[in-house]
């Protein structure tokens, strides 16, 4: 059974760049009809797509966040993983990493979520 | 964006009663929705895909549906660890986006 695990700082100053990655295990990030996604969720607050990568390294990510995001997959190692540059205390979330599968009938669900890293963003 | 408004934000029940929470896309999203619960701490746990599509080893008291922009997820003969808070998903258009939540509570 796949699992995903998340690792990060759990504290930092505004201005730095959060870098989190996701380890996959039980299973390869390669191939098949998956993807994987970052998604954040503030404390008592609803749920916020961040963006995806697939194996090949295409990447989407959310319009409101795409200037200050990046991600990049390592195949080698089962990971993926996400960068945020200038954080304020509006990014403070947990952020979890997601496997996206693509529907033969179309759109995508999230089956696998990771446990989640709460990232304080605070001076 | 797809807007996706879920109703009510939270509802009161009691074991054994049957529940439906309703969600609404801001345009066609065909069937493109999913449905996850999430309890205090965890991760979402995926529930429904496709509107109405049950994912595996989730109970059959759980069912989904609807089409275009409105859908639903009921609950038969609410269970104790059923008192969770449930989102709606739309994969129809990136971004996705997911509603604000229903939190079910014990009445």
């Known amino acids: 059974q796949v699992q995903l695990q998340e690792s990060g700082p759990g504290l930092m100053k505004p201005s730095q760049t959060l870098s989190l990655t996701c380890t996959v295990s039980?299973?390869?990030?390669?191939?098949?009809?998956?993807?994987w996604s970052w998604i954040r969720q503030p404390a008592g607050k609803g749920l916020e797509w961040i963006g995806r990568?697939?194996?090949?390294?295409?990447?989407s990510y959310n319009p409101s966040l795409e200037s200050r995001v990046t991600m990049s997959v390592d195949t080698s190692k089962n990971q993926f993983s996400l960068d945020m540059s200038s954080v304020t205390a509006a990014d403070t979330a947990v952020y979890y990493c997601?496997?996206?599968?693509?529907?033969?009938?179309?759109?995508?669900?999230?089956?696998?979520w990771g446990q989640g890293n709460l990232v304080t963003v605070s001076s | 964006d797809i807007q996706m408004t879920q109703s009510p934000s939270s509802l009161s029940a009691s074991e054994g009663d049957r529940v439906t929470l309703t969600c609404r896309a801001s345009?066609?999203?065909?069937?493109?929705l999913n449905w996850y619960q999430q309890k205090p701490g965890k991760a979402p746990k995926l529930l429904i895909y496709?509107?109405?599509s049950l994912q595996g080893g989730v109970p059959s008291r759980f069912s989904g549906s609807g089409s275009g922009t409105d859908f639903s997820l009921s609950i038969n003969s609410l269970q104790p660890e059923d008192f969770a808070t449930y989102y709606c998903?739309?994969?129809?258009?990136?971004?996705?986006?997911f509603g604000r939540g229903t939190k079910l509570q014990i009445e």
């Open positions: 997601a496997r996206g599968v693509d529907l033969s009938t179309g759109g995508s669900l999230f089956d696998c």
């Open positions: 039980g299973g390869s990030i390669s191939g098949g009809n998956y993807y």
């Open positions: 990568i697939y194996s090949s390294g295409r990447t």
């Open positions: 345009q066609s999203i065909s069937r493109h």
């Open positions: 496709g509107a109405s």
């Open positions: 998903q739309q994969s129809y258009a990136l971004p996705h986006t």
